[in-house]
């Protein structure tokens, strides 16, 4: 019996699924920045959708990754722990993310507005 190294790769396996799909949503979150400082909004607003499914597929791979590691949190604590560290690093690294987003959009905004306001005077 090879518990302890199915165990590892169970492991590795999550934290990778975790890592991936944290991946996804810092790409698809720079995507969406870069659309929407090149004024590409029609751009911006699929990538918003796509962020939108991204963080699904965050909270789907993090839900499967805690209830596959409640059958061996006993024996292995430590499993649980690596992955709620990865989750609260991430939700800080997030919160960085979604305010330069947050910026991008606010910005974006107020230069249409802008240029209404300009179409509306000329």
Do not use: H, W
């Amino acid at each position: 019996m090879r518990l302890v190294g199915d165990n590892e790769d169970l492991s590795a396996g999550l934290l990778a699924a975790v890592e991936q799909a944290e991946s996804i949503i810092v790409e698809t979150i720079g995507r969406e920045c870069d659309a929407l400082r090149s004024g590409r909004m029609l751009a911006a607003r699929a990538i918003r959708t796509r962020l939108c499914d991204c963080a699904q597929l965050y909270i789907n791979t993090v839900n499967a990754a805690r209830a596959a590691l409640e059958t061996v949190v006993d024996e292995y604590p430590d499993l649980y722990d690596k992955l709620e560290y990865r989750r609260a690093a991430f939700a800080a690294l997030l919160r960085v993310e979604m305010a330069t987003l947050a910026a991008a959009r606010a910005r974006s905004e107020s230069e249409m507005a802008d240029a209404a306001l300009l179409a509306k005077t000329a």
